[in-house]
């Protein structure tokens, strides 16, 4: 009796922390008419060859060593379907919103930070709020010149760069300012899913990475 009793016990135990788990997978995401877009001034590019940017790259990579970039995946809801919240840099350059960390910089603070320069108007992150979630998937660059791999090789022992995609989750309304040389765009994820030629591999392997949560899309 008493060891029935125990599976008993033991099973909705187990129940209850599924339940909890399930729950922390479901993403609230709100319409892209709840938000305020406007514009600040352009923040200046770094106008150089690719020469000049693995020649850039090497001498950070010499004083510093590996590279961190972090990447904000942001979920609004547009005609009942989810969309990513991009920028779009010189017309044909897609990107999400996020930068490299500084020295000593830890990914939470860093996104923090690059996100409020990017789609705010005041610098304070911390009055901001942003709310990051969980890491989503890790890509790294063995060298200063490859694409990006979703893993690190095993024959890589000293990768140069590596960038990570953590989730981002917005409250019901916020204003976002972007720099007058760039356009922040709400893409739906069935365009960006696998479009490697317009996104490249990052940003079109974000529906994938998405695949475990559950969305509530919230009509306000």
């Known amino acids: ?38 514009s600040k001034d352009a923040i200046p590019f770094k106008d150089e060859t690719l020469a000049d940017r693995v020649l850039r790259m090497k001498t950070n990579y010499a004083a510093h060593g590996l590279r961190t970039c972090v990447q904000a995946v942001i979920l609004v809801e547009l005609f009942k379907h989810p969309h990513l919240l991009l920028l779009q840099v010189r017309n044909s350059i897609f990107k999400l919103p996020g930068g490299r960390l500084r020295p000593g910089e830890s990914d939470i603070d860093g996104l923090k930070r690059k996100l409020t320069r990017k789609l705010s108007l005041n610098e304070d992150r911390n009055e901001i709020g942003w709310e990051v979630g969980e890491c989503l998937g890790m890509w790294w660059k063995p060298d200063f010149e490859t694409l990006l791999f979703p893993y690190l090789p095993p024959n890589v022992k000293q990768p140069k760069e590596c960038t990570k995609l953590f989730l981002v ?52």
């Open 1 to 38: 009796m008493s060891d029935e009793m125990g599976v008993t016990v033991s099973s909705n135990s187990t129940h209850h922390e599924n339940s909890s788990d399930q729950r922390s997978y479901v993403v609230d995401i709100y319409p892209l008419s709840s938000y305020y877009f406007g």
């Open 169 to 220: 989750k917005l409250p019901v309304s916020r204003k976002f300012i972007v720099p007058k040389n760039q356009k922040l765009l709400a893409v739906p994820l069935c365009q960006i899913h696998e479009n490697h030629k317009t996104y490249g591999p990052v940003i079109s392997g974000v529906p994938q990475l998405l695949s475990k949560f559950s969305f509530n899309l919230i009509d306000t």
